[in-house]
Structures are given as C-alpha cells and as structure tokens.
C-alpha cells in the first residue's frame, strides 16, 4: 500500500514564524502536492512537483513556499506565518498519468497565533 | 479559472435512503475522480470516470460522468451509516498535473 505521512498531526505557531511542513511518499511517484481545505471551499492546490527541484504554482501560491530536493520528500514552507494560515493541510502523491489515484496524508492541523 | 460547484453541500439521511449528489462545471474535464474522506483522514480514490457518458459501478455507489465532460454525479443506493463522510470531486485540467476539487458534500447516514 502507498503510504504518505505527514510529519505533524497537528501544529499552533505565531505569527510571523517560519514555519515546516513535511512530506514523504515511499512509493516512487514522480507527483507530488500540497493543498489547503477549509470548510466550504474544498481542497485548494498550494504547489505542486512533477520531479526532483520542479515545482510549480497551484491556485493559492502567495505566502507559501515549497522544497523537493528528494523524489520522497516534499516540503511546504510558511516564509512568514499569518493568521489567514490557519487551515487543515493535506499533502498528496500520484504517478505520472492522471488518471491514476492521488494518494493522500492524513493531514496537517495548522493554526497560527 | 476552473471551478467545480457541488451540491448538496450538506446531507443528512436515514439508513436505507438513496440519495443523489451533484458535481458541476462550465469547463471540460478529460477526467474526473470522485473521493471519500473521513474524519480525520486523508481523501481516499472511490472512482475515476473518462469517457463521456461513462457509468461506473461500485457496490452500491453509481458514478456517471456527463455527455460533454463538465458535470457528474454519484448515487448511492440504500445508504448505510459507513457511508458516512466528505465526498469530494476532483477533476484533472486539460495540459497540466493540476487536479481542481470540488467544494464537497458533507453526507451523514443515521441509524
């Protein structure tokens, strides 16, 4: 079985800290992303990763950064954290097509100070 | 922007109703996936439809995705209390890895 883990269940921060989240997917795939769900307004993609050192901008970028420097591994960094960051966060992996299962974590509960 | 409006957003029925719930688009999708959350839980895979037209069947769950590839629907025959949970439609956009969600339908099967 696909096995994505997340590193933190649940987090509290202040604002204005830098703030790490982890990812690591143990099946290989070359896909990998990261969303924000909050209530009624569904899973938003933050950044997602096609490959090692790729990346690129999903529909909410602004004030997130992310880091893929193993194929296993892919961080969602906070430069800054705000309140507004405050969210459920859920990191995923697929293979190449699309038509293939996104394989999710269980999820971050972040809430900033 | 491509936007994927479900509905209802809530639901609350008794065991052994059917109920349907509604995924819809002005855009295209060349495919669409339907997921099941629970508390707690990450989003897990229930279907991935392609075709227009298409109908897939599992158990008692009937996903169908629209002639012209914008809308779907899942249908769930005599509701039981595991059925319970976030059901969430994503579908894949044209050119890009990019899956776009839909807002998701919060289901509660009472005994």
């Known amino acids: 079985d696909v096995k994505v883990t997340q590193s933190s269940r649940y987090l509290v921060k202040r604002t204005g800290e830098k703030v790490f989240l982890e990812c690591v997917q143990d099946?290989?795939?070359?896909?990998m992303f990261w969303y924000r769900q909050d209530p009624g307004l569904g899973l938003r993609l933050i950044y997602f990763s096609y490959d090692v050192k790729m990346k690129e901008k999903g529909d909410i970028p602004e004030g997130y950064s992310v880091s893929r420097e193993k194929k296993e591994r892919f961080s969602l960094i906070l430069e800054s954290a705000s309140t507004n960051q405050t969210s459920m966060y859920l990191c995923a992996s697929n293979q190449g097509t699309k038509l293939l299962a996104q394989h999710f974590g269980d999820g971050t509960r972040l809430s900033i100070l | 922007t491509q936007l994927l409006e479900q509905s209802p957003q809530f639901l609350s029925i008794q065991e052994g109703e059917n109920l349907t719930v509604y995924c819809n688009s002005s855009?295209?999708?060349?495919?669409l996936q339907w997921y099941r959350q629970e508390p707690g839980e990450g989003p897990v895979l229930l279907v991935t439809?392609?075709?227009?037209?298409e109908v897939k069947k599992l158990k008692r769950l009937t996903f169908q995705f629209g002639d012209a590839r914008k809308d779907s629907s899942l249908h769930i025959t005599a509701a039981q209390t595991g059925d319970t949970g976030l059901y969430l439609c994503a579908g894949a956009a044209s050119g890009t890895y990019k899956y776009i969600f839909g807002t998701g339908t919060r289901l509660k099967v009472l005994a």
């Open positions: 855009s295209v999708f060349s495919s």
């Open positions: 099946m290989d795939h070359e896909n």
């Open positions: 439809v392609v075709t227009g037209g």
